[in-house]
C-alpha cells in the first residue's frame, strides 16, 4: 500500500462522512459558544451584584449623611 493509497482511502472515507463530520464540528462548536456564553453571564452577573452592593452602601452612607445634616440643621439656634 502506497502514500497515495493512504490518501485515497481518507479522502474516501471524508466524502462518505461528510455530513457526520460537519455536524459533529457545529455540535462541538454549539457547546463551546454555549459554555463561553455561560461563563460570561456568570461573570456579568457576579459584576453587577458587587456593584448594587456598592450602590447600596453609597446610598446608605448617603442617607445617613442627610440624616444626620437635617439633625444638626434642626437643633441649632
Do not use: W
Not at 462522512?17 to 455561560?38: C, H, N, P, Q, S
Not at 452612607?61 to 445634616?69: D, G, K, S, V, W
Amino acid at each position: 500500500m502506497t502514500m497515495c493509497d493512504n490518501v485515497k482511502t481518507y479522502f474516501s472515507i471524508l466524502r462518505e462522512y461528510k455530513a457526520e463530520i460537519i455536524m459533529m464540528i457545529g455540535f462541538v462548536l454549539t457547546v463551546g459558544i454555549y459554555l463561553d456564553f455561560r461563563n460570561f453571564i456568570a461573570d456579568t452577573t457576579k459584576i453587577q451584584t458587587q456593584q448594587t452592593e456598592v450602590l447600596r452602601t453609597i446610598e446608605t452612607r448617603l442617607t445617613n449623611l442627610e440624616h444626620r445634616q437635617s439633625q444638626k440643621d434642626a437643633f441649632k439656634p
